[in-house]
């Protein structure tokens, strides 16, 4: 399959900080990702889609000034956390899909903490 | 885009066939049966999926039932490293959401 990197895989950051989580597609143009965030034991929360050059769509109930996706070009994908606390402390995960795939590929998460 | 049923947990042996059923008996016709599992701590990893016909691939098979209501993921001989948890999902092609629902934590015993 597909690989998708996601970077960091770890992150502890303090309280009032913003964090950047960065999800490449290394072997394929990825016109669409999805983010997520997963809290223990639970199923993984669609957060936002986006598309490449286009504006996130958020889910209902998730905060585009807090949670910023970038999707400036067909390989790169960032999901910056911002003013975290500790509530915000979770598994986030992206995938991406191709032009050509119907299928979409993970990263392989990052676990954020926030202190 | 329809809803899937799966049980919540299952067992199996290993070395045995694990065969994890879904229900989705509201597809429509453009809607495809996708399935993917998580393994602990990891990000969700893409097996199969389907339309209407059976399929095979390295890692399982897909059967699907001929009124499309339901399907059938089997791991023809389960591993230790099988253990995890498997998510059905049913969805047009190029669908802007990517939904998971519960899935089915299956653990394979030795």
């Known amino acids: 399959g597909a690989v998708v990197s996601q970077h960091p895989s770890r992150v502890i950051c303090k309280s009032g900080t913003s964090v950047k989580i960065e999800c490449r597609s290394l072997?394929?143009?990825?016109?669409?990702m999805f983010w997520y965030r997963q809290f223990p034991k639970k199923s993984l929360m669609l957060m936002a889609t986006?598309?490449?050059?286009?504006?996130?769509?958020?889910e209902q109930g998730v905060e585009k000034d807090k949670f910023l996706i970038n999707h400036a070009s067909l390989t790169l994908s960032t999901l910056t956390v911002t003013s975290a606390h500790p509530e915000d402390s979770s598994f986030y995960i992206c995938?991406?899909?191709?032009?050509?795939?119907?299928?979409?590929?993970f990263g392989q998460g990052t676990r954020l903490t926030v202190v | 885009d329809a809803k899937t049923t799966q049980p919540t947990s299952m067992d199996c042996a290993e070395g045995r066939a694990a065969n994890l059923p879904c229900n989705h008996s509201?597809?429509?016709?453009?809607?495809?049966v996708y399935w993917y599992r998580q393994i602990h701590s990891q990000g969700p990893q893409y097996i199969i999926h389907?339309?209407?016909n059976n399929e095979t691939n390295e890692m399982a098979s897909l059967i699907i039932t001929e009124d499309r209501k339901s399907s059938t993921l089997i791991l023809p001989h389960a591993t230790l490293r099988d253990t995890a948890v498997y998510y059905c999902?049913?969805?047009?092609?190029?669908?802007?959401?990517?939904?998971f629902g519960q899935g089915t934590r299956l653990t394979i015993n030795p």
């Open positions: 999902i049913v969805i047009i092609q190029g669908a802007q959401k990517l939904v």
């Open positions: 072997d394929f143009q990825a016109t669409t």
């Open positions: 995938s991406a899909r191709g032009p050509l795939r119907t299928e979409a590929f």
């Open positions: 986006s598309n490449e050059g286009s504006k996130a769509t958020y």
């Open positions: 389907g339309l209407k």
């Open positions: 509201t597809i429509s016709g453009n809607e495809y």
